[in-house]
């Protein structure tokens, strides 16, 4: 059976299965964050939750999924957008 997925997609898929659990949810969400940068999806809502913050996106597509916000103050979440802002713009990508 053939892997669908890019060999580079693999590696990356692999590192952060080996990571910490709050390392894999920065990442969730930060993905989620480079969606909204990209006009992919938008930030629909967010409630209390038992942790924190609940954040539900809904894709362009209309699919709507939810994370639990990592526990980061609003000036380090500002730096991680203006950081993917930074890479999303690299004209490599």
Not at 59 to 80: D, M, N, Y
């Amino acid at each position: 059976m053939r892997n669908s997925r890019p060999r580079d997609f693999s590696s990356l898929a692999s590192m952060l299965d080996a990571q910490p659990e709050p390392v894999r949810a920065m990442f969730q969400y930060c993905l989620a964050l480079a969606m909204v940068e990209l006009g992919r999806g938008r930030l629909v809502g967010t409630v209390p939750g038992e942790a924190g913050p609940i954040c539900t996106f809904e894709t362009t597509q209309g699919e709507q999924f939810s994370l639990a916000r990592p526990p980061i103050s609003k000036e380090q979440e500002a730096r991680v957008i203006k950081e993917l802002r930074k890479i999303l713009g690299d004209p490599c990508l």
